[in-house]
């Protein structure tokens, strides 16, 4: 079965920072692009940005461009999202999402679970 | 940022029938607009691809058409499944971007 399977909940306090994690299995991990989508909370859909698995070429949408870094680690499939000091706007659900293989253009057909990070003093 | 309009923000609906939703681009995107249905607590689940693919396992009353920057999805027969959130989605060009949802009610 192809799966993303990601990180528990999170609690942080502002400026904390904080990695959450993407596993793929059941497909090629690194023939294929993962996304990560922000949801706020009651809100809708928001592209965070995109990489590729094979070689990590990244694009961010400029609205999260240096508030968070992309990284994936192909050797254990899995894909990363890192704030190195969270504000409390940054709660929100994040998902990660496949994309295509070799393009992006085709939409995100698998989807994790979501997690949860919720930044509060 | 390419900008997504999408129409009606919700709607009502009864089982049976049969509902249009809309999206706007705000330039030209080619075929490359996805929809998308999340149910509350749930991930979003891909139902279109290409403006009018339809993506694996997804049932059949559930299509997509494309004119020029006016793309549309429909359900033929509404299901009690099928009340849950839709979104648009661009895929042509970086930062890809979402409709704002329509949230589609039982009447």
């Known amino acids: 079965e192809v799966q993303l399977v990601q990180s528990g909940a999170e609690v942080k306090k502002p400026r904390e920072s904080l990695r959450i994690s993407c596993k793929g299995s059941g497909y090629s991990f690194s023939s294929y692009w993962i996304a990560w989508v922000r949801q706020l909370p009651g809100k809708g859909l928001e592209w965070m940005g995109i990489?590729?698995?094979?070689?990590?070429?990244?694009r961010y949408s400029p609205s999260f461009q240096g508030q968070v870094t992309m990284s994936v680690d192909k050797s254990i499939n899995t894909a990363y999202l890192r704030w190195y000091s969270l504000r409390t706007s940054d709660t929100a659900m994040y998902y990660c999402?496949?994309?295509?293989?070799?393009?992006?253009?085709?939409?995100?057909?698998?989807w994790g679970q979501g997690t949860t990070v919720i930044v509060s003093s | 940022d390419i900008q997504m309009t999408q129409s009606p923000s919700s709607l009502s609906a009864s089982v049976g029938d049969r509902v249009t939703i809309t999206c706007r681009a705000s330039?030209?995107?080619?075929?490359?607009l996805n929809w998308y249905q999340q149910k509350p607590g749930r991930a979003p689940k891909l139902l279109i691809y290409a403006a009018s693919s339809l993506q694996s396992g997804v049932p059949s009353r559930f299509s997509g058409s494309a004119s020029e920057t006016d793309f549309t999805l429909t359900i033929s027969s509404l299901q009690p499944e099928d009340f849950a959130t839709y979104y648009c989605?661009?895929?042509?060009?970086?930062?890809?971007?979402f409709g704002q949802g329509t949230k589609l009610e039982i009447q």
């Open positions: 330039q030209s995107i080619s075929n490359y």
């Open positions: 999402a496949r994309g295509g293989t070799g393009t992006t253009h085709y939409g995100m057909d698998v």
């Open positions: 990489i590729y698995a094979g070689d990590s070429e990244t």
């Open positions: 989605q661009q895929s042509y060009s970086s930062p890809q971007t």
